[in-house]
């Protein structure tokens, strides 16, 4: 059962003041909050009316709108994708050496820096193609791994790497389908999320493993840690709260091996609803479309009910929850009529295609269509 808002809140504010008596804040106090976000933080702080503790644990991390900001990278936000750092993708990459087939989930980043090394036994198997759109990439296979079907790839690897999303159901699913990729004998290495990114997360890694105890020998937590960078969208959402965007995201990497003589142990994964959204590209940026409709009967508007950036990349965050629009810039929207929507993107090819299209609509939806696809074409973004 989930913990009420206001002892969630308690429980952050003793771990803050534990840590600042430590004489730790920023970034290193982040790191060691064990996965509660630095928008929780803050939020819990404030709630609290810790005003010293706010100042001590945000000094030199404040910022204040609007600023430009340069987007290097834009991040798929339906999927929460967190890309590794780069050392910390050559470190991972590292792991592979001395195995004669790899399976990665999810890394794109590790992939990479494997193939950078002129290695070609590795395959990628990822639904998001952005880092290999432009070009056919050998070894990439674009697959859902919550649904599609791996048999043809079956007990083909020696060792699988994975970084499955940071909820139980779907990572359960993904560690399924390991167990479909690894031969007898062979290594999984998967990221074990932190205890405190929601009140729910100490019982999940627990069941988790336990289930990795009944599939694999001798499972273990490795000394590498997971470091990741803050994606585009959530770069934004920081910034909306008035934090400067920081790499603060880490985790940890167990891993075990296959039984030689593999058993075919059932794994409970319970159905997971596959994801109904469809992609474009509106000049560098990339926007996300749910065909499900809102019950709003405005065609375009934000679900927040204040600014059009959301407050945070959380699933359970409820202007998130409510989004059928969502874009690697932190935007979050709600549609009556999806599919029009997506027809109004395709006919976007040049920047000034944004203001006729804008100008089909009517006022508050047009002139809100305008300024999304304003904020998303360029390189730079004013938040």
């Not at 007990?155 to 139980?168: C, K, Q, S």
């Not at 998967?190 to 997360?201: G, K, M, S």
């Amino acid at each position: 059962m989930n913990k009420p808002a206001s002892t969630f809140d308690a429980e952050i504010v003793e771990s803050v003041r534990r840590l600042v008596e430590d004489s730790r804040s920023g970034t290193d106090l982040f790191n060691a909050m064990g996965g509660v976000h630095p928008i929780e933080i803050k939020r819990a702080l404030v709630a609290s009316d810790e005003q010293g503790l706010l100042k001590t644990v945000f000094a030199g991390l404040e910022t204040r709108g609007p600023t430009l900001r340069e987007v290097k990278r834009d991040d798929n936000p339906v999927l929460s994708f967190w890309p590794f750092t780069s050392d910390c993708a050559r470190k991972i990459a590292a792991l592979a050496e001395g195995y004669e087939s790899v399976a990665l989930l999810g890394t794109p980043t590790v992939f990479s820096a494997i193939r950078e090394t002129q290695r070609d036994n590795v395959i990628l198997f990822d639904s998001d193609d952005y880092f290999f759109r432009e070009k056919a990439t050998e070894g990439y296979v674009q697959c859902d791994l919550l649904s599609d079907a791996l048999t043809s790839f079956e007990n083909n690897f020696d060792l699988v790497i994975g970084d499955p999303p940071w909820y139980f159901d779907e990572y359960i699913s993904w560690l399924k389908a390991a167990i479909c990729l690894i031969r007898p004998g062979g290594t999984i290495v998967f990221v074990l999320y932190p205890q405190n990114i929601r009140d729910t997360a100490r019982h999940e890694t627990k069941q988790i493993l336990k289930t990795l105890e009944n599939l694999l020998d001798g499972v273990r937590s490795l000394a590498l840690a997971a470091e990741y960078e803050t994606p585009s969208f959530e770069q934004i959402e920081l910034i909306q709260n008035g934090i400067c965007p920081t790499n603060w995201r880490k985790a940890a990497f167990v891993s075990g091996k296959v039984p030689l003589q593999k058993a075919y142990r059932p794994i409970q994964a319970k159905p997971v609803r596959t994801n109904l959204w469809t992609e474009r590209r509106i000049g560098c940026g990339r926007i996300f479309v749910e065909d499900v409709a809102s019950d709003n009967s405005v065609f375009l508007q934000t679900a927040h009910p204040n600014h059009r950036f959301l407050s945070s990349p959380s699933r359970r965050d409820p202007s998130r929850k409510k989004a059928n629009v969502l874009s690697s810039r932190g935007h979050g929207l709600t549609c009556s009529h999806p599919r029009r929507l997506l027809e109004l993107l395709n006919d976007v090819r040049v920047g000034s295609d944004i203001e006729k299209i804008g100008n089909q609509l009517d006022g508050p939806s047009g002139e809100l269509f305008q300024l999304i696809a304003n904020d998303l074409w360029g390189r730079f973004i004013t938040v």
